[in-house]
Nanobody, 123 residues
Framework: QVQLVESGGGLVQPGGSLRLSCAASGLTLEWYAMSWFRQAPGKERDEVLCISMKDELTYYTDSVKGRFTISRDNAKNTVYLQMNNLKPEDTAVYYC????????????????WGQGTQVTVSS
């Protein structure tokens, strides 16, 4: 059974950092591009950024450039989202997902999703 499980969310003050994890089972993450999405209350779910199989990053949300990045640990079959200098507008449920391609394809049909982890940025 293919499964993605996110963890690492929580409450953080503005300017703080969090690292989200996305651990996979039934799927070898190093073969695929992996994306992080987020959904804020009352808003649509948007893709934030993606890492290709070749570890090339593609940002889909301009406001996170310079603050967020993705990395992989293939030995742990895990992808991470490092979020620095967090702002209240980053508050959302964060999801990892893959469309089972090896490049970042942008909007489209994503086949595998995690359950999401809540990130709240507030003082």
């Amino acid at each position: 059974q293919v499964q993605l499980v996110e963890s690492g969310g929580g409450l953080v003050q503005p300017g703080g950092s969090l690292r989200l994890s996305c651990a996979a089972s039934g799927l070898t993450l190093e073969w695929y591009a992996m994306s992080w999405f987020r959904q804020a209350p009352g808003k649509e779910r948007d893709e934030v950024l993606c890492i290709s199989m070749k570890d090339e990053l593609t940002y889909y949300t301009d406001s996170v450039k310079g603050r967020f990045t993705i990395s992989r640990d293939n030995a742990k079959n895990t992808v991470y989202l490092q979020m620095n200098n967090l702002k209240p507008e980053d508050t959302a449920v964060y999801y990892c997902a893959t469309d089972l391609l090896d490049y970042c394809s942008g909007p489209g049909k994503y086949d595998v999703w995690g359950q999401g982890t809540q990130v709240t940025v507030s003082s």
